[in-house]
């Protein structure tokens, strides 16, 4: 097994730099610095030490996630997900590493923090103990110039007790807070936000345009497809896409092993929702990435998109056999929005430190990795 001394920001900046020109990200000066930055203390780590925290962002504890948007009419989207992490880690010193880098990039890329402050004291509280994490950023990577800012706050920060009450008041604040009774309603199998219908991620646009997104994600824990497609109605979406996606790319009827996770999207001034996703951790409901890319495939050709830029994006990733793992297609998303056609969002994992071995092989594989993880 080679340790070839690479860093896990080598491992990430050669993944970053190869999908940039696969979508036709001319600014890959900014995408680099910008992930250099997000990495902090653990971007220079070896890849032969363990990583610097358990970051949630993926399951071989990664901080980087990549994601690949297909929409019609447009060149894919790439996008990634980081959780930043101080150099002694901790809940409240990650809290206090991301709040320092929003700080420098404010310097910079002067993001729009209107929104942000508005709420930042519900899911950023002074002094309590921070969850499974506080902020994540998501980079969303255009044709040119520097990317722009997504944040991610957490809900269940302060426990899952409050965060039916905190992502209320913050739609309230944003000016959304018409649509609460209908995400109890529609959204929720209990009536409440505290169940088994909970409060996953409250994201953020950071720029201030006219389509400045506000997203409210909710895990749906043993969930069916109905249950998703009942979901879409918070957001006056038809369903019926919702379940002929899930039996496509989950290829179960219930969700058991790992929650789907729904979002209402908000855009702008209007009250309304104007979009409704639904992830789908495909990896938990798959035997290895082959039969999960077998299904992206069926799934993209459905909803009328060329797969060809995943498969590229995939090779971009890894050379590793697709049955030889299972993971690196973490989620699969279908996007839905009035007066859109419908996009799919495909999440891909760095596997910066392992490979999560396929469940139906008889020996564990890893490939430049250090670390097999094995799931049951
Ligand atoms: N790894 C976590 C999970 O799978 C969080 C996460 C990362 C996630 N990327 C995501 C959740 C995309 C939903 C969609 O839950």
Request: one cysteine or more; proline letters at 7%; aromatic letters at 8%.
């Amino acid at each position: 097994m080679s340790s070839s001394g690479l860093s896990l920001s080598d491992h990430l900046s050669r993944q970053l730099l190869r999908l940039c020109r696969l979508c036709g990200v001319a600014d890959t000066g900014s995408a680099l610095s910008m992930l250099t930055n997000l990495l902090g203390p653990a971007g220079p780590r070896p890849l032969s030490e363990p990583p610097l925290w358990p970051s949630d962002v993926s399951d071989d504890h990664s901080p980087v996630e990549f994601s690949l948007a297909l929409d019609q009419g447009r060149r894919p989207t790439l996008r990634l997900l980081a959780e930043t992490l101080a150099a002694e880690p901790g809940p409240l010193s990650n809290r206090q590493a991301a709040l320092g880098l929003l700080d420098w990039w404010a310097t910079r890329y002067r993001p729009h923090l209107g929104r942000f402050d508005q709420v930042r004291d519900l899911f950023v509280p002074g002094t309590a103990g921070a969850g499974r994490f506080s902020l994540w950023y998501s980079l969303v990577f255009g044709p040119s110039g520097p990317p722009a800012i997504k944040v991610y706050f957490n809900p269940t920060v302060g426990g899952v007790d409050g965060a039916g009450e905190r992502v209320a008041e913050a739609l309230h604040r944003l000016g959304y807070g018409a649509v609460v009774p209908a995400l109890l309603h529609y959204g929720t199998r209990a009536g409440r936000l505290d169940a088994v219908d909970w409060p996953i991620f409250f994201a953020l646009d950071l720029h201030d345009g006219p389509d400045a997104r506000v997203k409210v994600y909710l895990a749906h824990e043993h969930a069916t497809a109905a249950t998703a497609a009942r979901a879409a109605r918070v957001a006056g979406i038809d369903g019926t896409q919702i379940e002929t996606f899930c039996r496509l790319a989950g290829g179960i009827d219930r969700f058991h092993l790992r929650p789907l996770i729904s979002a209402v999207t908000f855009r702008g001034v209007a009250a309304a929702p104007r979009g409704y996703s639904l992830y789908l951790p495909i990896r938990a409901y798959v035997d290895d990435d082959q039969q999960a890319w077998d299904r992206v495939q069926k799934v993209a050709a459905r909803y009328g998109h060329d797969p060809a830029p995943i498969g590229a994006a995939i090779a971009a990733l890894t050379d590793r056999d697709l049955d030889a793992g299972v993971g690196l297609i973490a989620h699969v998303a279908l996007r839905l929005a009035h007066g859109d056609a419908a996009g799919i969002t495909t999440y891909l994992s760095s596997e910066a430190y392992a490979v999560t071995a396929a469940r139906r092989q008889t020996a564990p594989t890893t490939t430049h990795q250090h670390h097999t993880i094995t799931t049951s």
